[in-house]
Nanobody, 114 residues
């Protein structure tokens, strides 16, 4: 198992959640890690990621609402999600960025009610 995602749940529109992605030290040291999501009937998409040289990338729909961070000592990457909207409902995964070629974890379900 390369990634273990947690922290999802059911929240009302406007609420917040913090997702966690636990990975091995080797993965964290070698790869940039990103958060991806897949909504029902849609393709998986990138949500946020650490890019080379410490920068971060966000999909336009979450800019200003989501923040990616990491704790290197815990080999964990977080996704703080604020001002959640029903359209954020999806299963959230983490994987390598920009090419998510590692094995996918089970993901964590985020459901935002209106």
């Amino acid at each position: 198992v390369q990634f273990v995602e947690s922290g999802g749940g059911l929240v009302q529109s406007g609420g917040s959640l913090r997702l966690s992605c636990a990975a091995s030290q080797i993965i964290v040291n070698i790869y940039n890690v990103g958060w991806y999501r897949q909504a029902p009937g849609k393709q998986r998409e990138l949500v946020a990621a650490f890019a080379p040289r410490g920068s971060t990338n966000y999909v336009d729909s979450v800019k200003g609402r989501f923040t990616i961070s990491r704790d290197n000592a815990k080999n964990t990457v977080y996704l703080q999600m604020n001002s959640l909207k029903p359209e954020d409902t999806a299963v959230y995964y983490c994987n390598a960025y920009p090419s998510p070629t590692l094995s996918w974890g089970q993901g964590t379900q985020v459901t935002v009610s209106s």
